[in-house]
């Protein structure tokens, strides 16, 4: 816009950040601690024109420019004390972007000039290369599109990266590979619905920045947990076709997967900033009201529960209004089903961890949030982070012990029979006794942090040199087993025997109660040669090599996927409780031995590893056989046939024989209910 000279009224001090109307834009920014704050508009070519805002007594400062339009590009100058050691680091020479940006203007390079000091005041006007908000205003036809509203005991969960989803896919245009658009391609809708998907989990699409590290090493912030303005779209994952926005396309994405039956979770992220510790730069919060929006120690530094350098005080009211304003943003204008909170104890600090903090109490008793679906990532690296299990109703948690615990028990023999049941059955240890229900529990062999499925069982150690940090990165617990080769080999006894502990991996996520989560590229054999911390990897380690797909796996996994909705004791929801039921002419659960008979207490906690049959139903059977020698089983009455053929060897059913290192699937064909 060339023309950024306007008359500035009083305006309004609701709602916060910028509104365009018919007439003008009415801008308001909070800050308590602020003495003077500037509206900067700037031209096409470069120009600035500063306007003083106008403070209420509830510490909004509101400006109304009559004539404005969307398109103009605007920041803030904010005055007031720099006194560092009590956390005040007021900075007018840092244009700082507005936090409700719907759009921003451009990235962030050359971070020393956005360092506004530690000890005495950056004096360098960063004005003419700083990001800019961008006014917004747009329509989109949302047509008859609502949210699916899919049982969580139905749900089955794919997470995936907007750009590594779909980069490297052969049958999509090459011109919207790696975008929103590419997404919404016949061909992924197809899969998605092959597989069995009812909702894909995107890593974040808010906009973000890269580290000022990353850069030095000419690396990305992949995985995007560095965000900015989580009210913003990321635009590099836009197709940038004519006649169309980034936010727009995001939008034709979850419409046209709403038409497929699948709903859109978002991995949001506000525990932390992209203006990270006192060497970062300070882009918005931080020159607005830094000690009002951080949680800061005596000193005037950052507490760190993070990892990230700083952490957001979420349990400040004005705070708070932030983040519900941005989740009603993306749950009324894009139409989203639900969000995964990224290190979600934050939410929850007070600083201690509260369940009943005031944004988890905002949240759950929000008329709009409390309906969506709500994941929490159940820790942060504070004192008392670990949080698992005590997330506030309808909260759902990411379950780490379902994954550590069934890798160790199907790859090392690593946990008692007990430990395996208590995460087959929901984790109804950590759960059941704070009455909520099973979909609480996000079961997850792997996800984007850690290993793929293919290196849990080709990689003891990790292989995370690509990163720049010396391999020091990323997890060493990895609960894995190469299978007596690190790494990548054409063994063919190696190969079958990883091969197969995929599958047991697989069926164990698939067929246990709770809310499954397949990362994206397991089902296919995706590896990152065994990198478990790819999260600066913008390239293949990360993208999904659909030329290399197994599609056996494939198919192997949209049969679990299916067989999953077919047992009624996974999709009623309810824990199991054992008891027979004359209405459902069965129990929901049997747990029995190799000779058909109960287990006795001595063995649930054996870790040798025995036979063990899993009676769901009363219809369906699954044998698990991780001996190393062949087993007699004793069936339970009935008439058992294959339920899948490729769960089960012919010979299972004539000689009650169960193989070595396997896992049965039966249906008794004399059930009826």
Same mark, same amino acid.
């Given at each position: ?82 006194? #560092? ?191 990270? !510790? ?46 519900? !304003? ?111 229900? #099973? ?98 990897? !913008? ?10 797909? !197994? ?46 008979? #109960? ?75």
């Amino acid at each position: 816009m060339a023309n950024v000279n306007f008359k500035l009224s009083a305006g309004h001090s609701t709602p916060l950040g910028c509104v365009a109307d018919k007439n003008g834009v009415n801008f308001a920014l909070y800050s308590e601690k602020a003495e003077r704050v500037e509206l900067c508009l700037f031209s096409q070519q470069g120009e600035e024109i500063r306007y003083d805002l106008i403070r209420d007594d509830n510490h909004i400062w509101h400006g109304y420019l009559l004539g404005a339009t969307a398109g103009l590009h605007y920041g803030y100058r904010v005055h007031g004390p720099w006194q #560092p050691e009590q956390g005040l680091r007021f900075n007018p020479n840092k244009l700082l972007i507005d936090p409700y940006s719907r759009a921003v203007s451009s990235k962030v390079q050359d971070a020393h000039l956005f360092i506004d000091g530690i000890d005495s005041r950056n004096v360098i006007d960063n004005g003419s290369i700083a990001p800019k908000s961008i006014v917004t205003q747009d329509n989109y036809d949302w047509g008859d599109d609502e949210l699916l509203n899919t049982p969580w005991s139905q749900t089955i969960i794919y997470e995936a990266h907007v750009r590594g989803l779909t980069q490297l896919h052969p049958d999509i245009p090459q011109e919207i590979r790696g975008s929103y658009a590419a997404i919404d391609h016949p061909v992924m809708i197809s899969y998605l619905k092959q597989l069995g998907i009812t909702a894909i989990e995107l890593l974040p699409i808010q906009f973000h920045l890269d580290e000022p590290r990353l850069q030095k090493l000419n690396l990305t912030n992949y995985w995007g947990y560095n965000s900015l303005a989580p009210f913003a779209i990321e635009p590099t994952y836009w197709s940038g076709r004519a006649n169309t926005s980034p936010l727009n396309e995001f939008r034709d994405m979850v419409k046209a997967l709403h038409r497929a039956g699948i709903e859109i979770i978002l991995d949001i992220v506000f525990n932390h900033t992209a203006e990270l !510790d006192l060497l970062g730069p300070t882009l918005s919060f931080r020159g607005i009201d830094n000690s009002t929006y951080y949680w800061l120690q005596d000193n005037g530094d950052y507490h760190n529960w993070t990892g990230c350098g700083n952490t957001l005080n979420l349990s400040h009211p004005m705070v708070k209004q932030w983040v519900i !304003d941005c989740l009603h943003f993306w749950a009324n204008e894009c139409h989203v089903d639900g969000f995964r909170f990224d290190l979600a104890t934050v939410l929850g600090r007070t600083p201690e961890f509260s369940s009943n903090s005031p944004l988890l109490r905002a949240i759950t008793q929000d008329p709009v949030l409390s309906k969506l679906k709500l994941i929490a990532e159940p820790w942060d690296v504070g004192t008392g982070g670990y949080q698992l299990g005590n997330f506030p109703t309808p909260f759902a948690e990411w379950n780490d012990r379902f994954r550590d615990d069934i890798r160790q028990f199907t790859l090392n023999k690593g946990v008692p029979l007990g430990t395996f049941a208590s995460r087959f059955a929901g984790s109804s240890d950590i759960y059941q006794q704070s009455q909520r229900l #099973p979909y609480v529990s996000i079961n997850k062999i792997t996800s984007h942090d850690g290993f793929t499925l293919q290196d849990v069982v080709s990689f003891n150690h990790k292989h995370n040199q690509a990163n720049g940090e010396s391999n020091t990165d990323g997890s060493n617990s990895n609960h894995s087993n190469n299978h007596g080769f690190e790494g990548i080999t054409d063994d063919p006894q190696i190969l079958q025997k990883r091969s197969q502990s995929q599958r047991h991996l697989l069926t164990f996520l698939m067929l246990s109660l709770g809310t499954p989560m397949l990362l994206a590229g397991d089902e296919q054999g995706n590896s990152q040669q065994g990198n478990n911390n790819a999260y600066c990897q !913008d390239s293949p380690v990360s993208w999904i090599n659909w030329q290399t797909r !197994d599609e056996e796996l494939i198919q192997f996994t949209s049969r679990l996927t299916a067989l999953r909705h077919k047992i009624t004791a996974l999709t009623e929801g309810e824990w199991w409780t054992g008891n027979f039921s004359s209405e459902k002419n069965a129990a929901d659960v049997v747990w029995l031995n190799q000779h058909g008979e #109960p287990l006795t207490p001595e063995q649930w906690q054996w870790h040798e590893i025995l036979p063990l049959q899993i009676l769901l139903s009363g219809k369906w059977l699954i044998i698990i056989n991780f001996t190393e020698q062949n087993q007699h089983i004793t069936l339970p009455a009935g008439h058992w046939v294959n339920s899948e053929p490729f769960l089960c060897s012919s010979e299972m059913i004539e000689k009650h024989q169960s193989n070595p290192r396997n896992i049965d699937v039966l249906i008794n064909n004399n059930f009826t209910h």
